[in-house]
C-alpha cells in the first residue's frame, strides 16, 4: 500500500515510518531539505523536499496514497512562536485537506494531541473524548492551534472526507532527540532540577502511540478522536523514577503555583533582554498544580490500544539515551 507521512524526522513520525517501512508498504514522505534525518536515515522510501506551509509540496506528497498520516506540527509554548504555531499546525493541516480531497485519499490520520482535549476544572477528574474544549480563555497557542486544527478535520468529515484523530499524552521513550520529555532525565541527572512542582501526567510510549495510528488507519471510525495515553501520574512519581533510574538525588523542595508563575514571569523576561530561549513559560505554567489525567479507555475498547506501564517507557527512555551516549 503507498502511504505519506508528514513529520517523519520528529518522534513520532519516525517510529512511525519506520513500522510501516517494516509492515512492506511504500513509504512516501514530506521534509525540509534541512531536516535532521539521523532516525530514518537507513529507511527505503521515497523523500519528497517541502513543507507542510507550502500546497504544491504537499500535493506532491499525497498524489497517488491511500493512507495519509499527518503528524507533522510544531510544539512550542513560547508566545514567539504563535505566528510559526498555527502557520504550520493549522495552515499546514489546511494544506493536508486539500491535497487529501485532490488525491483521492481513501483515509486520513491525523496526529492532535491532548493538549486540544481540555483542562481539568477539579481535583480527580480524568478527561475523555467528550471533554469540552476550554484551554481558550488561557490563550496557549499550542492547544489552540491542534483545537482549530481538529475542527478542519472535523468539518472536512462532515464533507465526505474518511478521517480520524488520534490524541497522544505526554509521549517518552527511545528517539526522543529533541528531548521533548527526556528533558526531565538530564535536569534531574545534572542536578538542575532544585524542586519539585505539583500535578501530574499521562505517560504513554512512542511505539504504543504508532500502533495506536496503525489502528486507527485500519479500524478508526471516521470523524472519531481517539486518546492515545497510558499511566497517569504526578510529577513527583515519575521524578522519584527518574533519580533511581540516573542514581541522582530527588529534589527535596516542591514549588507552589504561585511559585511556578511568578518565575515563568522572570525567565521571560530574562530571555527578552538576553536573547535566550527561557526554559520555562508562562504558557508552561498554565500546566502548573493540575493533574493532567486522560482516559484511553475509547482506544482500548475500539482500537485494542494497550500500552506498556510508565516505568517500562522511562527504561526504554533511559537505556536509549545511554547507548547514544548523550546521557
Given amino acids: 500500500m503507498k502511504v505519506a507521512v508528514t513529520g517523519a524526522t520528529g518522534f513520532v513520525g519516525s517510529h512511525l515510518v519506520r513500522r510501516l517501512v517494516s509492515a512492506g508498504h511504500e513509504v512516501r514522505i514530506l521534509r525540509r531539505q534541512t531536516s535532521d534525518t539521523r532516525l530514518i536515515a537507513d529507511l527505503p522510501m521515497t523523500h519528497i523536499i517541502g513543507d507542510v506551509r507550502d500546497l504544491q509540496s504537499v500535493e506532491r506528497l499525497v498524489e497517488g496514497c491511500e493512507v495519509v498520516f499527518h503528524t507533522a506540527a510544531l510544539i512550542s ?22 491535497a487529501c480531497w485532490k488525491s483521492g485519499v481513501r483515509r486520513l490520520v491525523f496526529t ?21 474544549y476550554n484551554w481558550k480563555p488561557h490563550q496557549v497557542s499550542y492547544s489552540e492551534s491542534k483545537h482549530q486544527a481538529e475542527r478542519l478535520i472535523l468539518h472536512a468529515v462532515t464533507q465526505g472526507l474518511d478521517a480520524v484523530i488520534v490524541n497522544p499524552a ?8 529533541h528531548r521533548h520529555f527526556g528533558h526531565y532525565l538530564f535536569e ?7 524542586f519539585l512542582v505539583s500535578g501530574g501526567m499521562c505517560v504513554v510510549d512512542v511505539e504504543d502511540v504508532v500502533e495506536g495510528h496503525i489502528a486507527a488507519a485500519e479500524r478508526g471510525k471516521s470523524g472519531e478522536r481517539y486518546i492515545l495515553g497510558g499511566d497517569n501520574v ?23 503555583t504561585w511559585g511556578i508563575k511568578g518565575l515563568a514571569f522572570f525567565m521571560e523576561a530574562y530571555a527578552h533582554f538576553s536573547g535566550r ?6 504558557e508552561m505554567a498554565h500546566y502548573a498544580g493540575l493533574c493532567f489525567y486522560f482516559s484511553h479507555e475509547k482506544a482500548k475498547r475500539e482500537l485494542n490500544f494497550n500500552p506498556r506501564s510508565y516505568r517500562e ?11 547514544q551516549g548523550m546521557l
Fill in 77 to 98: 509554548f513560547s508566545k514567539k512562536d504563535r505566528e510559526q504555531i498555527f502557520a504550520i499546525n493549522v495552515g499546514g493541516t489546511q494544506h493536508v485537506l486539500e
Fill in 112 to 132: 492532535s494531541s491532548i493538549a486540544a482535549i481540555g483542562r481539568p476544572t477539579h481535583a480527580g477528574e480524568v478527561l475523555d473524548e467528550a471533554t469540552p
Fill in 170 to 177: 505526554t509521549i517518552a521513550g527511545p528517539g526522543d532527540i
Fill in 188 to 194: 534531574i541527572q545534572r542536578g538542575n532540577l532544585p
Fill in 234 to 256: 504526578t510529577f513527583k512519581e515519575i521524578a522519584i523514577e527518574i533519580a533511581r533510574l540516573v542514581n541522582a538525588p530527588l529534589p527535596k523542595w516542591t514549588l507552589p
Fill in 277 to 282: 530561549r527561557p526554559k520555562l513559560t508562562r
Fill in 313 to 323: 517507557s522511562l527504561q526504554r527512555t533511559y537505556e536509549w539515551y545511554n547507548q
